[in-house]
Each structure stands twice: as C-alpha cells, then as structure tokens.
C-alpha cells in the first residue's frame, strides 16, 4: 500500500481474495482515507450494468471527479474484457491507487502484460496454509474433528489438526462453521469446485465436451504425485475407448492451470542442471477438492501429503521441480534465489530397509551441501540418518526456514 504500482491480487475462487480487498480498503478507512475517496466495485456482482470498458471508465470517473488522490479497488476483474486499457488509463493519472483481484492467470499474459509491464506487482493468494488453518479454526471449541483417535478438537492438538488439515483441506469459509460433518464440507467444497470448472474453465474456453474435462480431471486428481505426459494422458483414455487427441489434453490442462485449479511442476535433472521436457507432475489448488470429487481413500494418501507440502514450498516463494539424479527421483528441488533444497515425501518409514533407501538413499546419492528432508507423518522417528534429516510433517509445515 502506497507504493507505485497497480497491486494485483490472483488465485483460486474463494481462496480469501476478495476478503483481503476489503481489509484493504477498511485499512484505508481507518488510516484517515474518506470514504468517498475510495472507489470499490465488484466486477463479477456488477457485470450486467458495467459490462463494456465505456461504462466501467464512466463509473469510475463519476466517483472519482477532480479529487486529489483516490483509491480503486477492483474485484474480479477478468469479468470485464478489455479492462487493462481503462485500468492503465486510471493509473497513468498518477493520482489514483489500484488494487485488483483476478481468477484467472492469464490476466498477466499477452496484451495486459506488455501494456502494464513494469507497473504491477502480482500476489498469489493460495488457500489457507496450515499455519494459518489452526490460527483459522483455533476460536471453534467444537470444531468437528476427523483424526484417528477420534478426538473432537482440531483446533489444540496438532496431530489431530494436521489430519483434519489433510482431510478437509484449506478453503477458508468451509472452517466458519460449528460441527459440520465431512460429506457437508465436501459438499460446499464441491460447489466451489463446479464454479470455478463452470465459470473459469468452461465458460472463458468454450469448452463443450463436459464429459471429456469430467475425465481428465478425475485422472489427474486419481494421480497426484506420479509422473505423465499428455500424451500419456491420450493413450490412457484410448485404452479405455475414448478417444481424446494429445493437443485437446494440453488444451483442457491449460484451461485448468489458468484456473488456478493445478499447477505443473516440471521434472529437473539435478546431475546435468537442466530441465527435462518429457513427464511432469500436476498438484492440486487444495486437496480437499481430491476428496470431494473422488472420495477420500488412503490409496491416495501418499499423494496428497505430497500435494500439501508442495503447496506449502511454492506458498513460501521458492520453485519447485521433480528432481532426477542418475535416474532417481527426488520429489522436490527447491529453489529461491541463492538458496536450495531437497525433500522426499512418504507417508511411513516404519524402518522398512526398502523406504529408508528409497528416501534417504536418493537424497545421500546427490553430492552437494545443500539441506535435505525427509517429510513423513511417522511422528516419533529419530531426526536424520548422515545428515538428511526426517521432519514430522506438521512441524515441518510451521518451520520458520527450511
């Protein structure tokens, strides 16, 4: 806030995005900013009345007249085509400041990105982290839990939070609520999800074949944390005589990306420090959207801690690979700026020779320096084994620094 560049706020339907616009504009409220001064219009809830850039620029310039410094502050805004011409406009005045909330990446390609380049800065703003779930639900005495043990309150145990945190996932307003059950949950959770398929998928590209997007969705939640190229993809749904071409699968996966319903994380060979174009894995915007299209089952376990961890990586600004070294997988390479990682993910060690040497043997195989986790939930297992160190996964998701 009061820095020179149009703020932008992007992310997953119902993520917070439009919560944090409006404590924005009540900070600036209860700074000294008059209310008049601050113009807030939800583009997605006024779209039938300001729906061409002509009148949105009218409305903003009726609010706005010849005052001195005025606040704009725009609510999903990739509803409104042609918005980045007005919005530069507005911004080129120098005498207002503009934060805006989108759903969709591709707000920053193409045109808006040569237009406004150098003039924004991007937030992305990710569903509740774990940290932040039991900050979230810490006031819900009877908050309904789902641990093993069966115990009630999520909010003071950490072994019991961290699983309602894996079964219930992050969406903020699914945790306002006393004692829902499960199904309840992973029925709004499914509503979300068939709004952001319907308005941000399907709508903004023309996709008609529902049938066709239902199935690939369905086969990349069922393979979070496995290896696949479209073409893959393709050739699975031959197998199962439906015939889908490898350019339609990247088309539909695009879609989803934009969408902010997956994320590519691309495979790194660590030995030949290069990237690797052939198989990638896709992780899910929270997995509580697993459950609630397929079901949950611990057949699924194993990917969705590592969806949560690699969520939790990219939430703290590094990037994240599938690393590679002399043909062993290492599941993530973590990098932010100058700084470097590894982490394998398994649900239990339970000292099985073959897990030990599956997930500490691949980190000791690579050479350098740099730190290395193991990240289970096997709560009580001795910290490290020749300086790779195991991290319960709750502890390992409140670290200060890796």
């Known amino acids: 806030m009061g820095a020179p560049f149009i703020k932008i706020l992007t992310g997953i339907r119902r993520s917070g995005k439009s919560t944090i616009l409006e404590m924005i504009r009540d900070e600036l409220l209860a700074s000294g900013v008059k209310g008049e001064d601050v113009v807030y219009l939800n583009l997605e ?58 759903s969709n990446s591709k707000l920053l390609a193409s045109e808006f990105a040569t237009l406004l380049s150098g003039r924004y800065v991007q937030f992305t703003v990710r569903t509740l982290s774990f940290a932040e779930y039991r900050a979230f639900v810490q006031g819900f005495a009877s908050f309904a839990g789902f641990a093993p043990n069966g115990e009630k309150d ?6 019991t939070c961290i699983w309602n945190y894996i079964r ?30 319907l308005k941000d998928v399907m709508q903004r590209n023309n996709i008609r074949n529902t049938d066709m997007l239902e199935r690939l969705v369905r086969f990349l939640f069922d393979n979070v944390g496995r290896l696949f190229s479209a073409r893959s993809i393709s050739d699975y749904f031959k197998n199962q005589k439906r015939k889908v071409s490898v350019d339609t699968v990247l088309e539909y996966i695009s879609a989803l990306e934009a969408a902010y319903i997956i994320e590519k994380a691309q495979r790194f060979d660590i030995k030949g420090k290069k990237l690797l174009n052939v198989q990638e894995k896709y992780y899910i915007a929270d997995v509580s959207f697993i459950h609630a299209i397929l079901g949950y089952s611990d057949d699924r376990l194993a990917g969705v801690l590592e969806n949560i961890v690699y969520t939790e990586l990219r939430r703290r600004g590094y990037e994240v690979f599938v690393g590679e ?44 320096q740099y730190p290395k986790y193991v990240v289970s939930l096997e709560k009580n297992r001795s910290a490290s084994v020749e300086g790779v160190k195991h991290v319960y996964l709750p502890d390992f998701l409140l670290m200060d620094e890796y």
């Open 45 to 102: 809830l006024e779209s039938d009345t300001i729906n061409t850039v002509r009148k949105f620029s009218n409305t903003v310039k009726s609010r706005i007249g010849g005052k001195e410094k005025t606040y704009l502050l725009l609510d999903e805004v990739q509803n409104l085509p042609g918005w980045e011409r007005a919005v530069n406009t507005f911004f080129a005045g120098k005498r207002t400041e503009i934060f805006i909330t989108g």
């Open 154 to 159: 999520g909010s003071r145990d950490i072994d």
């Open 168 to 197: 219930l996932g992050g969406f903020p307003a699914i945790h306002y609520f006393q004692d829902m059950n499960s199904n309840t949950i992973y029925k709004a959770v499914s509503d979300i999800f068939s709004t952001v398929v």
């Open 325 to 368: 070294y002399e043909k062993f997988e290492i599941d993530f390479v973590c990098t932010r700026r100058s700084e470097r990682l590894y982490v394998q993910v398994t649900y239990m060690i339970n000292n099985d020779p073959k897990i030990i040497e599956r997930e500490f043997g691949n980190l000791l195989k690579i050479p350098d």
